[in-house]
Every structure is written in structure tokens, then in C-alpha cells.
């Protein structure tokens, strides 16, 4: 069952990964496929009250990989962490099916919360190359995540957020496709661009409307 289970892992990313050949060589090769076997064992542990074996573990897979994953976090089927160096996910973190992380992501906590301290990821979810998702909310399925964005509160199902502080923009106001096997990060709403555009046409308005109120005035002194 543990062994179908990696196998299912592994496939996944390969069909994900255009780089990878074959299912034997993510076995192999794929550091965040090492981190996810070594945090499954360590999670079984912590499950079981085997505190110190599970922190011993999830650090000696943080050294081996450059991942970090506490053992409380709860990963769902066939996550693919891509490259994963730097990828940082809290205690309480949860992890639905079907989702894709690059590296350097934080899944953390603010430092104000007790108990669920971490996000909730749901299922089909892509979070982009420095993404820092904090605190204890639920970032919706089908969503994606643009790179370097910090997230600091609940994200929609089927939505995209970018920037610091990250916000929800809609493509097109039509749901998002698949977002954590489409692997784009490039194409993208970019929100200040969109907010220089609109103060732009503010300008613009203003401009005319004074030009209007000088051609009266001039009119009237005639």
C-alpha cells in the first residue's frame, strides 16, 4: 500500500516534469521525491506519539534535501515539489491532492496564532518559485500562487493572487484550468500594472475635463 502510494508520487511527477524520463529516475534522482519518502515515514511516526524519531527524521531529510517539512504537516496524493530547495512547511500545514510547489515557498505561521497555526492548501493548487503562504487560512482548490507573492489571508477556489501583499485577480473572470499541471508561472495577472494603467486614465479623464473647463472660460471672456 506505502509502496503503490510512492509509486503513484513518482509517476505524477514524471508526467509533470518535462525533464524527468522516467519513473525510475525520479526514484533516484528527485531530491523533493526523497523528501516526501522520508516525511511520510516521519509523519507515521508523529502520528504515533514518536516525537523525537520524527523530528530526528524530518531533520536528517532537511540536510539530505534542502527541504523542510515538520512532521505534524499533513501532504495529500501526488505532490511534486519541484527543485525544493529552501521550501520551508510549518506543523500544521495541510496539503490537498494534485499540487505543485517550487522552491523557496514558505508554508508558515504569523507568530500570533495558537494551535492551527499554518495554511490549509487545497486540492490542484500551484504555489510559484518564493511564495510565502502565512497564517491559518484555507487557500481554495484550483488556485495558483504567483512567484514571490505573500499571502495573508483566505484565497478563493479557483482564483490567481500576486504581489506583496498578494491579491486575488481574475483571468478573464473564467476559473483556472488545472493550474498545478499547466506549471505557468509566467502568464499572470501583474496587479501594479493593472493600477498604473487605471491611474493612467485617470490622468487622462482629469486632463480633458480641465481642458474643457479652460475652453468655457475662454469662451466666456470673449
Not at 73 to 102: K, N, P, Q, S, W
Not at 143 to 151: E, F, Q, Y
Not at 160 to 181: D, E, M
Amino acid at each position: 500500500m506505502i509502496f503503490k502510494g510512492l509509486l503513484d508520487d513518482a509517476r505524477s511527477i514524471r508526467d509533470r516534469d518535462p525533464a524527468a524520463r522516467t519513473t525510475l529516475e525520479v526514484f533516484l534522482l528527485y531530491q523533493g521525491f526523497h523528501a516526501l519518502i522520508l516525511h511520510r515515514q516521519a509523519h507515521w511516526l508523529y502520528k504515533h506519539h514518536r516525537f523525537f524519531l520524527a523530528r530526528w527524521l524530518s531533520q536528517f531529510a532537511r540536510h539530505l534535501t534542502g527541504i523542510e517539512i515538520h512532521p505534524g504537516a499533513t501532504i495529500g496524493r501526488r505532490l511534486f515539489i519541484d527543485h525544493g530547495m529552501g521550501i520551508v512547511i510549518g506543523e500544521t500545514a495541510e496539503i490537498g491532492d494534485d499540487c505543485t510547489i517550487y522552491h523557496g515557498v514558505t508554508l508558515g505561521g504569523t507568530g500570533h496564532d495558537t494551535g492551527k497555526r499554518h495554511p490549509t492548501i487545497g486540492n490542484n493548487v500551484l504555489i510559484s518559485t518564493g511564495a510565502k503562504v502565512l497564517g491559518p487560512f484555507k487557500v481554495g482548490d484550483n488556485s495558483r500562487i504567483g512567484a514571490n507573492a505573500v499571502v495573508l489571508q483566505e484565497v478563493p477556489p479557483d482564483s490567481t493572487v500576486v504581489g506583496i501583499k498578494a491579491r486575488v485577480v481574475k483571468i478573464n473572470g473564467q476559473r483556472v484550468s488545472s493550474p498545478s499541471y499547466d506549471l505557468d508561472q509566467i502568464h499572470l495577472p501583474d496587479p501594479l500594472a493593472q493600477e498604473l494603467c487605471r491611474l493612467e486614465h485617470r490622468v487622462y479623464a482629469n486632463e480633458q475635463k480641465l481642458r474643457r473647463e479652460e475652453q468655457r472660460d475662454r469662451e466666456a471672456d470673449e
